[in-house]
């Protein structure tokens, strides 16, 4: 099972539950999430004011703009990177030449080959 972030629409799902007077566990079994996620959400999103679904998408944003996975590879650098996988560099040589990483270049190739 892969992780999936909560959607602004989740975000007001989980709002409109809480005003209804649900509990997390409750909620988590609507919505088809575990509990832990939910926790997990009003622990980070919870203000002075209580949860609120907008302040939570904006936080959520903010926070992910300081992740280490938020910078994004060029299209120059994946072309170079796919021209040495056609030329049969291993990852570990086009990452000491290109600057990628070799799990990130693993995880293209391994991606690319599950979709044909």
């Known amino acids: 099972m892969t992780y999936q972030h909560l959607s602004q629409t989740e975000r007001y799902q989980i709002y409109i539950l809480m005003k209804d007077g649900k509990t997390q566990t409750q909620i988590a ?3 088809d999430r ?3 996620t939910i926790s997990r959400e009003l622990a980070r999103n919870t203000g002075g004011k209580g949860y609120r679904p907008r302040q939570a998408c904006l936080l959520t944003q903010e926070r992910s703009l300081g992740s280490r996975n938020a910078t994004q590879i060029a299209a ?3 072309s170079k990177a796919v021209d040495c996988l056609l030329d049969k ?9 290109v600057g990628i990483s070799h799990e990130t270049i693993y995880r293209h190739v391994y991606a690319d080959k599950a979709a044909g």
Do not use: E, F, R, Y
Not at 90 to 97: R, Y
């Open 34 to 36: 575990h509990k832990s």
């Open 29 to 31: 079994k609507l919505m």
């Open 76 to 78: 120059t650098d994946w």
């Open 89 to 97: 560099w291993s990852p570990v040589q086009i990452a000491n030449q």
